[in-house]
């Protein structure tokens, strides 16, 4: 199975199969509710490899999301398009759509032993754009 992450807004974020190793998707339901709650929210946590540019090829996109992380709340730009594809013997089986995700928490690690560093990206949708999140599956083969 493999995953794919593309992020849209000043300036674009792709990231393949090769890089993303996993993506957890929650529905955040208020825990004391007695009913049903509008207060709706949805948080996604990315997990991948960063790696590193060798022999003339580009760099991986992690920088632009570490630099997304640190845009500041005042800036349109905080607020992106993201979408992840889960993808399956050539068929996407999940694909969600975020159209107003903002970064919620952005960490990378490095450790001298594997030479592959890590990040961990957790973003949510704007709650007042909620109705606008698509959480899709079934689509046919490419």
Do not use: H
Not at 12 to 23: A, C, D, P, R, Y
Not at 121 to 138: P, R
């Amino acid at each position: 199975m493999g995953l794919r992450l593309k992020i849209e807004g000043n300036e674009s974020i792709q990231l393949n199969e090769t890089i993303v190793t996993g993506v957890k998707y929650g529905a955040d339901i208020p825990k004391d509710s007695n009913a049903r709650s509008t207060d709706l929210g949805s948080t996604i946590k990315i997990t991948g490899k960063i790696l590193a540019a060798v022999g003339g090829e580009a760099a991986d996109d992690t920088m632009k999301m570490a630099k997304w992380a640190l845009v500041p709340a005042e800036s349109a730009d905080c607020y992106r398009r993201l979408e992840i594809d889960v993808v399956n013997a050539s068929q996407v089986v999940r694909q969600v759509k975020l159209p107003n995700a903002f970064v919620i928490g952005y960490e990378e690690d490095f450790a001298d032993e594997s030479g592959v560093g890590t990040f961990t990206l957790l973003v949510k949708q704007k709650k007042d754009k909620m109705v606008e999140l698509a959480f899709e599956g079934g689509f046919a083969g490419e």
